[in-house]
């Protein structure tokens, strides 16, 4: 999937800086409202996974500026990021389902007939502090994946 934006809307932000698509009446704010403060939060950090707190000998403020007031990962740079996100039920759902699929070959039907077996590998994560490692232990050793024979 490739996200564009559409042309009227690059045309409409023409001269926009960052900071104000973070403006709540702003047409980019549904998005922004996350992507910049986040983006803010990554400047310590290069494009290719570098950490440089410093720049031309200064520290980098990598925090989220307080731009947007709901922002769900408010603080200093990506750790305040991942220490907010991993306990967020959609980001661990995104870690169970993605190693489900490395295991079982599909899709984990979490909100259906395998809310169980979810529960379970949720507890699993949290029992392990988040740890991949607790997680594919939960799954290897599940009855589910055992009778699968795989």
Not at 1 to 17: H, L, M, W
Not at 69 to 90: C, D, I, T, V
Not at 107 to 123: A, C, H, I, S, V
Request: hydrophobic fraction near 40%.
């Amino acid at each position: 999937y490739v996200f564009e934006v559409p042309p009227e809307v690059v045309a409409a932000r023409d001269g926009i800086t960052a900071v104000a698509t973070t403006a709540p009446n702003s047409l980019c704010y549904s998005c922004h409202k996350v992507l910049t403060p986040l983006a803010f939060q990554r400047e310590a950090w290069t494009d290719d996974g570098r950490f440089r707190p410093e720049r031309n000998g200064k520290p980098v403020d990598d925090t989220d500026h307080n731009l947007v007031e709901s922002y769900p990962f408010k603080g200093k740079g990506m750790e305040a990021f991942a220490l907010q996100a991993q306990k967020k039920e959609r980001f661990l759902r995104t870690m169970i389902n993605t190693h489900f699929v490395f295991f079982f070959g599909r899709e984990l039907r979490y909100n259906t007939d395998e809310r169980e077996l979810y529960k379970r590998l949720w507890d699993a994560v949290h029992a392990s502090n988040f740890t991949i490692k607790g997680l594919i232990r939960a799954l290897v050793l599940s009855p589910e994946y055992l009778r699968s024979g795989a």
